[in-house]
């Protein structure tokens, strides 16, 4: 066992275990099927990010591999520190090694929060002024985490006042079905909202009759009661 799986195991909290498990829906048929929570809260684990912030790619591989979510969740936020790190000193060489590390690990990036939590500040970053066709083929997947990743890395974009593929990717989801990819896409068209109401408002004035209402009704948060009103009755 690694030293960091030690400290991890250190800090397990059955009862927490017990709420997390529901919450992240690990049921049988539900989305998070067969994710194993330690009960763990997330300032922990930036703790314990901290004090291995340097770990090798094999070891948190090991860490990917398994079913424990914390353990998952860690060495995401720690390929988020090096990621950041490598930017901060223009390290493109570290930074196309960290990206494609995380792609090659999609498959165990497999609930909402390791998706929020690590690819606006890895793919969004990364991808930011280069080819995104990647994340066309991720939005193309029948992998509800892929698509998840495909439109949470625009959030990057958003922040640097760049929407035209966070609007493309939200066209492509307009007939989606999974509920948390509605709330994933009025998320991100909300935070165009936020940077340019008339963005936003033009893509509602284009599409609002046959978005889902989840996503209708996210991306709507900032708006003004009345132009919620008018959006909703459709």
């Known amino acids: 066992m690694l030293q960091i799986e030690k400290e991890i195991e250190e ?3 059955e009862k927490k275990a017990e709420l997390l498990q529901r919450f992240f829906k690990t049921g049988k048929g539900e989305y998070g099927e067969g994710d194993i929570f330690y009960g763990i809260m997330v300032p922990i684990q930036r ?4 004090q291995f912030s340097d770990l090798s790619f094999n070891d948190l591989q090991t860490l990917l591999n398994t079913k424990i979510h914390e353990k998952r969740l860690i060495a995401l936020l720690i390929l988020v520190k090096q990621f950041e790190k490598a930017n901060k000193i223009k390290d493109e060489k570290k930074q196309k090694e960290i990206f494609e590390f995380y792609l090659k690990n999609v498959r165990n ?14 793919c969004g970053i990364y991808l930011l002024d280069k080819d995104k066709s990647i994340l066309y083929k991720l ?3 029948n992998n509800l985490w892929e698509k998840r990743i495909s439109i949470l890395s625009t959030f990057w974009f958003i922040k640097e006042n760049k929407f035209e593929d966070a609007i493309k990717l939200a066209e492509l989801f ?13 998320w991100m068209l909300r935070e165009i909202g936020k940077k340019d109401k008339q963005v936003l408002i033009n893509f509602l004035n284009k599409h609002y009759k046959n978005m889902p209402r989840t ?3 996210y991306s709507l948060e900032r708006l003004s009661e009345k ?3 008018f959006y909703m009755k459709k």
């Open 227 to 229: 132009e919620k009103k």
């Open 11 to 13: 800090h397990k909290n």
């Open 109 to 122: 990036i497999n609930n909402w929060d390791l998706v929020d939590l690590s690819a606006p500040r890895i």
């Open 139 to 141: 939005a193309s997947s």
């Open 174 to 186: 307009l007939k989606e079905k999974h509920d948390l990819m509605h709330k994933a896409v009025g």
């Open 215 to 217: 996503m209708l009704r």
């Open 47 to 50: 703790e314990i990010v901290k």
